[in-house]
């Protein structure tokens, strides 16, 4: 597989797996966390990734999905931003 295939893939297998374990233990998990997963991902793949956990999200009950990314293809697809500048200074934003 390429590089962006292996993030889709590897990502598919852990949203399936904390899916099928919120499932079989019934313990609810609020947010789905993922952390510069798009990076190796062109253009198509990194809108398709998050429209991807979108779905995770609507299958899991989740509440509410948080990623970091510096890909502003991704960022453009959130539907809220926090941003962190070099010097720690926060700014939120809505999509």
């Known amino acids: 597989l390429s590089g962006g295939e292996q993030v889709i893939v590897d990502a598919a297998l852990r ?13 609810p998990v609020e947010t789905l966390w993922q952390d510069e997963t798009v990076g190796a991902l062109d253009a198509d793949n990194a809108s398709r990734y998050v429209l991807m956990m979108h779905r995770a999200r609507e299958l899991g009950g989740f509440h509410q999905i948080l990623y970091v990314t510096h890909d502003e293809r991704a960022i453009a697809t ?8 070099a010097d720690g200074t926060v700014t939120t934003e809505a999509a």
């Open 78 to 85: 959130a539907t809220a931003v926090v941003r962190v500048a």
């Open 15 to 27: 949203m399936a797996l904390a899916l099928f374990a919120v499932e079989r233990t019934g313990t």
